[in-house]
């Protein structure tokens, strides 16, 4: 199958300080990326859905000013944890596809494990 | 909300066939079936994708019958190393894309 993939593989901060992650599809340009967050013990949260080249659309509750996401590229999207807080401190996973249509299969990254001290 | 409903958990022992069933009742026209396999601090892993009858690859069947409200993912002779958490996933018609809702899976452990 297609390939993502995620840069840091893992993280450690410190709280106030800002953070950002790399989602890479590495043999297929994507021209929708989605954000999820996972907590110990439990299933993926989406967190966003981002289009190539437009603003990234939040799920209810995630905030968008600090979760700053940006798909400049049809291979590249950018996750920034701003400011920080051991609250913060989840795996993140990013996923990647073709287009919009359903048919299409969405690929998952390996995760971001991030702690935030 | 994830549009389906997995059994929680389930036991097998190496060397069986394993079934676990999905129920989405109010699955749309357009929607496709996808199944992912998750182990710990990984990334979930694509199984199988399929929007009707049945599709067979090379580590798992899909069967889906014809009202499509339920999908049946059967993995072939499970070894230790198949020990994971399932997810059956039918997809969300987002404000800006077809996106895909996580609900809780299904935490299959093999047995030796």
């Known amino acids: 199958g297609a390939v993502v993939s995620q840069h840091p593989s893992w993280v450690i901060c410190k709280s106030g300080t800002s953070v950002k992650i790399e989602c890479r599809s590495l043999d297929f340009q994507a021209t929708t990326m989605f954000w999820y967050r996972q907590f110990p013990k439990q299933s993926l949260m989406l967190m966003a859905t981002s289009n190539e080249g437009s603003k990234a659309t939040y799920e209810q509750g995630v905030e968008k000013d600090k979760f700053l996401i940006n798909h400049a590229s049809l291979t590249l999207s950018t996750l920034t944890v701003t400011s920080a807080h051991p609250e913060d401190s989840s795996f993140y996973i990013c996923?990647?596809?073709?287009?919009?249509?359903?048919?299409?299969?969405?690929?998952f990254g390996p995760g971001t494990r991030l702690t935030v001290l | 909300l994830a549009k389906t409903t997995q059994p929680i958990s389930m036991d097998s022992y190496e060397g069986q066939e394993v079934n676990i069933t999905c129920s989405h009742n109010n699955i749309a026209t357009n929607d496709y079936i996808t199944w992912y396999q998750q182990f710990p601090s990984q990334g979930p892993r694509f199984i199988i994708q399929g929007y009707k009858t049945k599709v067979t690859n090379e580590v798992a069947s899909l069967f889906i019958p014809a009202d499509r409200k339920s999908s049946t993912l059967s993995l072939p002779r499970v070894s230790l190393s198949d020990t994971a958490v399932y997810y059956c996933l039918v997809g969300d018609e987002g404000d800006s894309s077809y996106k895909l809702i996580f609900g809780s899976g299904t935490r299959l452990l093999v047995r030796p």
């Open positions: 996923s990647a596809r073709a287009s919009g249509r359903a048919a299409d299969t969405q690929y």
